[in-house]
Nanobody
Framework: QVQLVESGGGLVQAGESLRLSCAAS????????MGWFRQAPGKEREFVAA????????YYTDSVKGRFTISRDNAKNSVYLQMNSLKPEDTAVYYC???????????????????WGQGTQVTVSS
C-alpha cells in the first residue's frame, strides 16, 4: 500500500506560478511510476503529466506542454508539478497518482494507476 498526500495548491492570478508536491509513504517510492491528473467542476478527470520510475522519461498533455514540469526526488519520496504561466482553464483539483512499473515506463491512462492522493485545489483567476 502506498499513501499519497498532495500539497501546494492555492489561488493565483493568470500568468503566475504554483508548485505542487506529492509526498509518498508506505513502499519503495522508486518502484513507482507517478502521474498528475486534474478534474475541473463538471468534467472528467484528465491526464496532465507522467514521469518514469527514475525520472528519465516524462510526458505531458498538449495543453500544458512548455508551461508545466513534472519531476521527482526519490530520496525524498516526492513528486512535483511546477506550473508556470497559469491560465484560468487550469483551474481544477489536482491529483497525484502512482503505480508499479518498469524502468523507463510512464502511464497516461488513469485506469492504469493503483494509488491516488486526496487532491489539492488550484484556482486561477483572470
Amino acid at each position: 500500500q502506498v499513501q499519497l498526500v498532495e500539497s501546494g495548491g492555492g489561488l493565483v492570478q493568470a500568468g503566475e506560478s504554483l508548485r505542487l508536491s506529492c509526498a509518498a509513504s508506505g513502499r519503495t517510492f522508486s518502484n513507482y511510476a507517478m502521474g498528475w491528473f486534474r478534474q475541473a467542476p463538471g468534467k472528467e478527470r484528465e491526464f496532465v503529466a507522467a514521469i518514469s520510475l527514475r525520472g528519465g522519461r516524462t510526458y505531458y498533455t498538449d495543453s500544458v506542454k512548455g508551461r508545466f514540469t513534472i519531476s521527482r526526488d526519490n530520496a525524498k519520496n516526492s513528486v512535483y508539478l511546477q506550473m508556470n504561466s497559469l491560465k484560468p482553464e487550469d483551474t481544477a483539483v489536482y491529483y497525484c497518482a502512482g503505480r508499479t512499473g518498469y524502468s523507463g515506463s510512464y502511464y497516461t491512462d488513469l485506469k492504469e494507476y493503483e494509488y491516488w492522493g486526496q487532491g489539492t485545489q488550484v484556482t486561477v483567476s483572470s
